[in-house]
């Protein structure tokens, strides 16, 4: 088997656990990269695209697939909450919660931006 394979057929919690060893393995026994949470950031956003892209190509489920990037847009949510109270941000080019800094509501932006709606 390969270990994508396996990733898919685990449960979630040894998948999760696999990926965290595959990648201890890679990259030494030292944390690599930015904070966790913000790593976390970066990867729902990577989620919502790949999810998008399934959308436009219109093979799958067109109700699963909008269920799943509505959970996605939940849990985008959660993450800058927790970035937003932890202040790992303060101070970041000068914003006020830096929020803005990874793409989150600013004055620039729509209410339906703000929101994560933009091009569904």
């Known amino acids: 088997m390969t270990v994508q394979r396996d990733l898919l057929e685990l449960e979630a919690e040894k998948a999760v656990e696999l990926k965290f060893q595959i990648g201890r393995a890679r ?6 990269g930015k ?3 913000l790593e976390a950031h970066d990867e729902v956003l990577d989620a919502l695209a790949y999810i998008r892209e399934e959308m ?20 985008l949510q959660g993450v800058r909450v927790l970035i937003a109270s932890s202040g790992v941000l303060e101070g970041i080019n000068g ?19 703000q929101r994560g709606h933009e091009g569904i």
């Open 27 to 32: 990259h030494g026994p030292e944390w690599v």
């Open 35 to 37: 904070r966790p949470i």
């Open 56 to 75: 436009r190509d219109g093979e799958l489920s067109e109700l699963a697939i909008l269920e799943l990037y509505k959970l996605l847009l939940n849990a």
């Open 95 to 113: 914003t006020q919660d830096g929020i803005e800094d990874f793409g989150g509501p600013g004055s620039d932006r729509s209410d339906a931006t």
